[in-house]
């Protein structure tokens, strides 16, 4: 079956590091997005992409960065990982047609 | 910001129909009221949708008033496994090209 996968699912790194997170979908979607998820806020929009060479910022797009350079994958990094950065990180898919977005699992990041 | 008015929180006991309500009473002609719920730790995960008529699939039915100011999520028979925060959202056509905008959503508890 056609999936969205994200990972690392839990990593914890230290103030000042790149990190990395990947998301991975295989149902061929145009449209991706990553969101953070802290207590008090919600579900708020990071980033997100069109397609292949598209990528666009959300509502908190500050110290994070994406690339788009195929259909399957839309990696998150952030450039120089702070303390206001640890959160539970969710990527999501869609087509254009629908409107249905398909979410990951999360993946749990904490900046000590 | 999120362009609906959703209760924080609510009980329903185990068996009985969940009615969640929702208002959003700036809804454009084009916009079609949106439902996901999210599981404890999971992503989100998308229930149903609609524009003015009532919707009804497997896992729940909407009811949209005849102005569209507002909306009702009906699980018929709530299980435990329901227990989650719902959230409504407002969106413009049927494109999954248009990023979700979250609000605080309701955190609907089953009780057995």
């Known amino acids: 079956d056609a999936e969205i996968t994200q990972s690392p699912r839990h990593k914890i790194t230290e103030t000042g590091r790149q990190v990395t997170l990947a998301c991975h979908q295989t149902w061929n979607h145009n449209n991706m997005f990553w969101y953070r998820q802290d207590l008090g806020h919600g579900l708020r929009l990071i980033h997100y992409s069109y397609g292949v060479q598209d990528t666009n910022k959300g509502e908190v797009s500050d110290g994070y960065s994406v690339s788009r350079s195929n259909t399957e994958d839309l990696p998150l990094t952030l450039e120089s990982a702070a303390s206001s950065q640890t959160s539970v990180y969710f990527c999501?898919?869609?087509?254009?047609?629908?409107?249905?977005?398909?979410f990951g699992e999360g993946s749990r990041l904490t900046v000590l | 910001d999120a362009k609906t008015t959703q209760p924080t929180s609510m009980d329903c006991a185990e068996g009985r129909a969940a009615n969640l309500p929702c208002n959003h009473s700036?809804?454009?002609?084009?916009?079609?009221v949106y439902w996901y719920r999210q599981i404890h730790s999971q992503g989100p995960q998308y229930i149903i949708h609609?524009?003015?008529n009532n919707e009804t699939n497997e896992m729940a039915s909407l009811i949209i008033t005849e102005d569209r100011k507002s909306s009702t999520l009906i699980l018929p028979h709530a299980t435990l496994r329901d227990t989650a925060v719902y959230y409504c959202i407002v969106r413009v056509a049927n494109s999954g090209n248009t990023p979700l905008v979250f609000g605080k959503g309701t955190r609907l508890s089953v009780i057995a």
């Open positions: 609609g524009l003015k």
């Open positions: 700036t809804i454009s002609g084009n916009e079609y």
């Open positions: 999501a898919s869609s087509r254009t047609e629908t409107g249905e977005l398909f």
